[in-house]
C-alpha cells in the first residue's frame, strides 16, 4: 500500500472537490449548505481517525521471499463458485431473450430500481438469485490469479473475468465492468510487493567455458553471467488488458448514449438533467467544452465527471435535509435491502418516499451520506471500525509479515477511493464480495520453503596396497 489510508481518503475527496470547483457544472435546485460540509468534514476526521488509531505511516519491510501463500482450498472453492455461476447466469440470460439488447436492459434495470423505491419483492429468477451470490467470486479468483501467481494462466484468469461480464450483461449495468478492470489493475501492480525484485545473483561459466580461454588470452578474469529475472508479463498480456479496458469503454459510452437516446438524444439529454439530476454543465468556461469536444464528447466529460463527484453533492444534500427514518442498513446493502423488501416492503417504500422527494433517491450517496441514512449519527461508529480495519491491513502489509494480507489491499484500496459512491459493503454488492474475499483469506495458508541442507561430501578412504 503506497498511501496510508487517512491520505488515500482524504486525497480521494480533495480530487472530487477539485473537479466539480475546475469544470463547469452547475447546481440546479440544490443547495450545498455549511452544514452539510461540516458533517462531511466530521465523518472524515472519524475515519481518518479509525485508521491512524490502527497504524500510523510506516515505511515498507522487506519481504522475507522464503515466505509463500498455498491457494490450493481457496483455489478449489473460488473455481467451483465461478463455474456455477457461470452456469445459472446463462440460464437466467437466455431465458430472457435480450441478452445484447441495451436498451430492454435499461428498462429492466428501470424497473427494478421502481420496484425497490416501491418496497415490491424482487421478480428476478432463482438463477439470477443465486449469480448474484455468486459472481463477486470471480473478482477474488482474478486478483488471486493475476497478484500471486508467478506464472498466471490465461484460462484462469478468464475464467475469473467471466462472472463477472456474464454479470454485467445479466444486470444491465456498468458497475461489474468497471470494477472488473480496476482489481486487473490493482492486481497487476501488487505483484512488485509480491514477487519484489532483488538484485540478480550472478555465477561464473563452467569450467571449460570458452569464455575461460577468451579471458586467460587476455589476462584477464573470466566473465560473471546474472541468472534470469523473475517472471513479468510479457506485452501480449498487457495489450490484452488493454483491449479488455477498452471494450469495457465502449460498453459504458453505449449505456450512456443508450439512456441519452431514451429521451430523445444527447441534446435532449443535457436539457433534461438540470431537472432530473440537479445539475447542468453551463458554468464557467462551458462554451471551450462544446465548441472543442462537440455535444457528444462534452456529454461523455460531463457524465464521467458527474459519477466521480456527485457523492459530494449528496451527501451534502442528506445531511443538510435528510429528516427520515433510520433504515438499518436497508439503503447502503443490496443483500439488506432484498431481505427488508421481503420482510416488510412498507418501511422501505417509506423510507425510500423520502429520499426520492429530495431527488437524491437513485444517486450515489457516498460512503457517509449511506452511513447517515441508515444510521444518522450512529453511523460515526461503523465509519471509525472501517478506518481502524483499513488501518490494520496497512499495518500488516507494511510489516510484511504475513503475505495472505497482500490480498486484501486492491480491496481495501478500492473501497477508500469509492467512498463517494457508497461504503465498501453497499458497494456493487460489496457484502457478498467481501464474504468470498474473508473466505478465500482464511482457507489459504502461509508456507515457508526451508532450504535443502547438504551434506558435506566424504573425503574417500584412502586405500592400502597389500603386500605381496
Known amino acids: 500500500m503506497k498511501f496510508h489510508p487517512a491520505a488515500l481518503m482524504l486525497l480521494t475527496w480533495i480530487s472530487a472537490y477539485a473537479i466539480f470547483i475546475v469544470l463547469p457544472f452547475t447546481l440546479e435546485g440544490r443547495i450545498m449548505s455549511l452544514y452539510g460540509y461540516l458533517i ?26 522464503a515466505v509463500s501463500v498455498n491457494f490450493r482450498q481457496a483455489d478449489q472453492v473460488l473455481m467451483i463458485a465461478c463455474g456455477l455461476c457461470m452456469l445459472v447466469l446463462a440460464f437466467d440470460m437466455f431465458q430472457g431473450g435480450n441478452l445484447f439488447d441495451l436498451a430492454a436492459a435499461y428498462a429492466e434495470r428501470s424497473d427494478r430500481a421502481t420496484g425497490l423505491l416501491e418496497g415490491a419483492e424482487s421478480d428476478s429468477s432463482i438463477f439470477f438469485q443465486i449469480g448474484f451470490l455468486l459472481y463477486p467470486a470471480g473478482y477474488v479468483f482474478l486478483v488471486r490469479e493475476i497478484a500471486f501467481k508467478h506464472r498466471p494462466t490465461p484460462w484462469r484468469i478468464a475464467l475469473g473475468m467471466a462472472p463477472v461480464v456474464m454479470a454485467a450483461f445479466a444486470m444491465g449495468g456498468r458497475g461489474p465492468l468497471f470494477f472488473l478492470v480496476v482489481f486487473a489493475i490493482y492486481a497487476y501492480n501488487l505483484r512488485k510487493q509480491v514477487f519484489p525484485r532483488t538484485p540478480a545473483p550472478v555465477r561464473r561459466p563452467p569450467p571449460g567455458h570458452p569464455a575461460y580461454a577468451a579471458a586467460a588470452a587476455g589476462g584477464v578474469r573470466p566473465p560473471m553471467r546474472r541468472r534470469s529475472s523473475p517472471f513479468r508479463f510479457g506485452p501480449g498480456f498487457k495489450i490484452a488488458m488493454a483491449v479488455v479496458a477498452g471494450l469495457a469503454m465502449v460498453y459504458f459510452v453505449q449505456v450512456f448514449i443508450t439512456r441519452a437516446d431514451a429521451i430523445g438524444g444527447v441534446d435532449m439529454m443535457f436539457g433534461a438533467v438540470g431537472q432530473r439530476w440537479g ?7 462551458s462554451n471551450l467544452f462544446y465548441s472543442t469536444l462537440g ?10 465527471a458527474w459519477y466521480w463527484i456527485q457523492g459530494i453533492v449528496m451527501s451534502n444534500q442528506i445531511f443538510t435535509e435528510y429528516d427520515g427514518p433510520m433504515l438499518f442498513g436497508t439503503y447502503g446493502i443490496d443483500l439488506v435491502s432484498a431481505a427488508m423488501r421481503r420482510i416488510n416492503g412498507e ?9 426520492l422527494h429530495m431527488n437524491v433517491y437513485g444517486f450515489v ?11 444518522k449519527f450512529f453511523g460515526l461508529i461503523p465509519c471509525f471500525i472501517w478506518g481502524w480495519l483499513t488501518g490494520v491491513v496497512y499495518r500488516k502489509v507494511k510489516t510484511a509479515g504475513d503475505p495472505r494480507w497482500l490480498m486484501l489491499v486492491p480491496f481495501v484500496s478500492v473501497g477508500v ?22 473466505t478465500a483469506f482464511f482457507l489459504s495458508r502461509s508456507t515457508v520453503r526451508r532450504p535443502v541442507a547438504v551434506r558435506p561430501a566424504q573425503p574417500a578412504a584412502p586405500s592400502v596396497a597389500r603386500a605381496g
Not at 418501511?347 to 429520499?355: E, R, S
Open 347 to 355: 418501511y422501505v417504500a417509506d423510507g425510500f418516499a423520502t429520499l
Open 365 to 375: 450517496p457516498s460512503a457517509f451520506g449511506s452511513l447517515y441514512v441508515d444510521f
Open 40 to 65: 462531511q468534514a466530521v465523518f472524515l476526521a472519524v475515519f481518518c481517525a479509525g485508521a491512524m488509531f490502527a497504524s500510523r505511516p510506516l515505511p515498507q519491510r522487506r519481504r522475507d521471499p
Open 417 to 438: 477511493v469509492m467512498s463517494l459512491n457508497n461504503t465498501p459493503l453497499g458497494l456493487s454488492n460489496g457484502l457478498v464480495l467481501h464474504a468470498w474475499l474473508l
Open 295 to 304: 455535444m457528444d464528447g462534452t456529454y461523455m466529460v460531463f457524465v464521467f
Open 279 to 285: 445539475v447542468s454543465f453551463n458554468g464557467t468556461f
